[in-house]
């Protein structure tokens, strides 16, 4: 099982540009989550999807993010003309089909993006 | 929405000795309370968890607790090794979302 694969590692935007962050989950997994987590600090939840359904964006601001899981294919997050405030590690994760939210989250190795 | 603090925010012991972080919930509905470890730029890594119909899970020399009622929970680690530093994420989840505590960096002194 390769883990949650996120890409690319390292992602340099200039301000005003696109930024195209990829998720795939571990196998077998329908739940996927991405988070931010800026330099020194916690994960802050941005968006929660299952295959083709947003289920819960409510911390994803709501203008220029965007975030979508298609029937096939990664999950792909995206921010639209980035500012320097965009700067920040974001961390896809996984979890298995559950009712009872109590399945661990299993997390990739983040997208580092850096907007200059 | 659930908010999770957690304290200190930085923690140092000798090697050998025993690291304690404590978090807090605010949402009594909440069931589940994984802990990571997160080492510099790498991935958080679930270390332990626990439900809450559990009031303490053991896992070597990792050890969470829980209390419901005071709405509290933490992680024990003994005998600390210099491995073990790194910061450390509490979690408490209600349904699907997982909220995040601030985070505890560790440093382990030899």
């Known amino acids: 099982n390769a883990g949650v694969m996120q890409n690319p590692r390292h992602l340099v935007r200039r301000r005003g540009q696109e930024a195209r962050l990829r998720c795939s989950p571990m196998k077998g997994h329908s739940h996927v989550y991405w988070y931010r987590q800026l330099p020194e600090e916690g994960l802050k939840f941005m968006v929660y999807?299952?295959?083709?359904?947003?289920?819960?964006e409510s911390g994803m601001p709501k203008e220029r993010f965007s975030a979508e899981f298609p029937k096939e294919g990664p999950s792909i997050l995206r921010i639209q003309q980035v500012v320097r405030g965009d700067s920040a590690a974001y961390f896809c994760?996984?979890?298995?089909?559950?009712?009872?939210?109590?399945?661990?989250?299993?997390f990739g190795n983040g997208t580092r993006l850096t907007v200059t | 929405g659930e908010n999770v603090e957690q304290h200190p925010s930085t923690l140092s012991v000798q090697e050998g000795d025993s690291a304690v972080i404590k978090c807090t919930y605010s949402d009594s509905a909440s069931n589940y309370f994984p802990w990571y470890k997160q080492e510099l730029g790498k991935r958080p890594q679930l270390i332990i968890d626990?439900?809450?119909?559990?009031g303490e899970k053991k896992d070597q020399r990792i050890a969470v607790t829980l209390n419901k009622t005071a709405k509290h929970f933490s992680l024990h680690i003994t005998e600390t090794q210099p491995e073990d530093s790194a910061v450390y994420f509490c979690a408490a989840a209600n349904d699907y979302k997982l909220s995040f505590g601030a985070g505890t960096t560790v440093t382990v002194r030899a």
């Open positions: 999807l299952q295959k083709e359904n947003i289920i819960d």
């Open positions: 994760a996984s979890s298995p089909r559950t009712d009872r939210g109590d399945s661990p989250l299993h």
């Open positions: 626990i439900r809450s119909n559990v």
